[in-house]
């Protein structure tokens, strides 16, 4: 049902278009705050997620961060050991992951800013040039080698996460930390042992490359061709 929702264009998150409840976030988290969270100021809102909002922060050294509040301990708590070792990733396509800690009492993810880029989602239903799509695929796949080193798969490859600069370099945000993964807005490019298992490794990211690749391309997805 879902995928053909999207492939009819239509955007609604997953629970509307399913008529299921929101994610329920647990008993304790405190409000969202207004102006500091830990050595943080809150800047404002990048965007409502999932598991939880996307605080844009700048720290006491001026540089910009985006905050990731986790309403969900058991999330965080999943997470955590899998983040210190995306911590020591670093590839020039990938927004850096600076740290999985609690703030104030809540459990946060803290990752660089990639401010106002543009994300690849405006280019699709536009045939690309050949060379730009090759380029992009050299870059994701360089990166897609970083995280193998480290035992990692991204897990959610999708036009959403994949921003460019304006020299065109790749900017990939929104690495998936969580080991196990039913693929909710990505059903687009996600591997198929995803929807069956929740699990697959570096394979279902190159699934993803090639399913992004063909939709530059060719201006449709694969299997809206």
């Not at 809540?106 to 060379?131: F, K, N, S, Y």
């Not at 050299?138 to 798969?153: H, R």
Request: net charge neutral; charged share 20%.
């Amino acid at each position: 049902i879902f995928r053909e929702a999207r492939l009819a264009g239509d955007t609604r998150p997953l629970e509307t278009i399913l008529g299921l409840p929101p994610a329920p976030a647990s008993g304790g988290v405190p409000p969202l705050p207004e102006g500091r969270l830990g050595p943080y100021q809150i800047t404002g809102l990048v965007a409502q997620g999932i598991r939880g909002p996307y605080l844009a922060a700048r720290e006491p050294s001026g540089r910009e961060v985006v905050i990731k509040v986790l309403a969900r301990k058991q999330d965080f708590d999943l997470v955590r050991p899998r983040a210190e070792i995306v911590k020591g990733v670093e590839h020039p396509a990938l927004a850096r992951f600076l740290e999985a800690t609690e703030l104030d009492g809540r459990c946060c993810l803290v990752t660089e800013h990639l401010g106002p880029l543009p994300a690849m989602t405006g280019l699709l239903g536009i045939v690309q040039p050949i060379p730009l799509v090759l380029d992009w695929i050299e870059q994701m796949a360089g990166l897609l080698q970083a995280l193998q080193k480290s035992g990692l798969c991204h897990q959610d490859l999708q036009p959403g996460n994949l921003h460019w600069t304006g020299s065109g370099s790749l900017k990939v945000r929104e690495l998936e930390l969580q080991p196990l993964k039913t693929p909710l807005d990505n059903v687009l490019y996600a591997a198929p042992e995803l929807s069956r298992s929740g699990r697959q490794d570096w394979r279902g990211d190159l699934y993803s490359v090639g399913c992004l690749a063909y939709h530059l391309l060719a201006g449709v997805p694969p299997f809206d061709a």
